[in-house]
């Protein structure tokens, strides 16, 4: 009987699961084959199908939207192994739980952060933090870390107070602050390598508002002063996004010409009572005329992030994000904009269009893979990080040119790491260094013991997490 029912079993889940499925990210450059995009219909059948793919040890990448410059997203190619390969998205699963009295919203692995923040906001709730973008999956963002600006504020993950996870065979784990609670530090950043999260409970707040100031700032190559300046900045102001300088590729010369002004943002509490017009201007993300000074109020998503319509950014770019303690802030930011400066003379390929830095701040965690992890910072250091970002914009999609960029971008980790405690964001092309993982995130070995609890044949792993957390064990794993 039973040696009838399985063939009968792998029939119907052909079917059902149609036959092979190109995976892209956002901008197209990440992409695998895999033998199905498997779409269950609810937790219990996304437990039925890991249960029955488990003792095929078939390769399993669970996905968000693909909203990143990395290859965590990244299936195992259907070229590389003779297993099975899937992606899983769990776009199907929307339930949703807001519960007003204790300031939690439960939901479904299926909610992407845009939409949830609006019904959190007709529930006169929100987020206390998002990232620039409202587009990702909401379990996809939380899992890699997606942060906003802020030194009091902490990244999304620090918002979770509980999820439900399925494991490799599908048993359902319930990690939450009672049950389970010191794994919680090892779930709320988990890369897609702990289990398939199905269900997540968060910290919400009643909503607020927020003015938005936009103050526009003066460049100058005297890189020491400039960046001086902003760290002098970050002491008056705990929540601002500095959005410069920028550079344009100059054809003739070759080289990157600073532009002479740039923008700050900060966002303070106020308890205004006009029009709301932050989403007016989507200068947040740089899309449009965004220099001038202005002033503008909203309810802390609107001021704080955009959404989808307001993403403006449609050509190939690479990008780097870095988090190190904001006290090295003026030093590292000096000796990173010298740096990309001699790497310019190798920027050969054609379409270079802008160079943008952009610099944030971010409140330290506990989580065991947080960029900003405080568990190997000096006594002295005060548990702030700053956040530097450098973004390579095209003015065409080409390919040379972006994979040039993203080349030039894989050094910047190896030459700065170790002087100033960097962790690089999981996914914005996140060099693979597994020994410097180890220092970096001190909880590396309890966070692989779980992974290997939750996925003993490892079908979760892809190349990408394999060679940044060193998880040994699955070197064989295609
Ligand atoms: C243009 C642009 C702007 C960005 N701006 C910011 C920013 O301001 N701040 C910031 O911090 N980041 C930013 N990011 C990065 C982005 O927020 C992260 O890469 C985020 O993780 C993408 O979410 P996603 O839903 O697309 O997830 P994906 O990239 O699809 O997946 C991310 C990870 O989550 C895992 N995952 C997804 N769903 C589940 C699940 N149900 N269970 C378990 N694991 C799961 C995946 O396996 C993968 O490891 C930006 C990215 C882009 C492209």
Redesign the pocket.
Known sequence: MVSLKLPLLLVLLHAVFGSAYRWF???YEVTCESDAYITPEDEAATAAFLKAQYPRGSLI??????????N??TCVDTTLTNKPSYI???VN?KSLKIDKKNLTVTFG?GW??HDLANELKANDLSFNN????R??????????????SGSLVG??GTQVTGLR?LDAQGNVRIVNETTNAEELKAFRI?????????EMTIKVQPTYLLKKTTKVLNATTNYNQMYNEIAQLYKEHDRMTVWGPHFDWNDEAQQWAIEPQFFASWWEPTNYTGERNCTLNYCA?GCGDCIKNYICYDEVTDAM?CPPQG?C?REF?A?I?HFFPIEYLAEAATNYTLFQQAQTPRMRAPYNNQMIFQY?TLKGDDSYLSPVNTYNLKPEQSGVFA?L?IDWMQTYNNWTTLWQNQDLAFEFLPHFGETYNVRS????MSPANATFAREQYPKLPEFLAIQERQDPKCQ?VNEF?VGQLGVDRCAKYL
């Open positions: 990210n956002w901008q990448k669970v996905v968000g939207n693909g909203h990143g410059f990395g965590l997203s899983v998205s769990l699963l692995a992407d952060v998002l990232g620039a973008e587009v990702q999956n909401f379990v996809g963002a939380t899992s890699t870390g997606t942060h906003g990244n999304i996870v988990s890369l897609g390598a702990l289990g398939l999260i199905t993300n992030s993403v950014t770019y990008e994000e944030r956040v970002e964001h999981w996914n914005k979760f997490l």
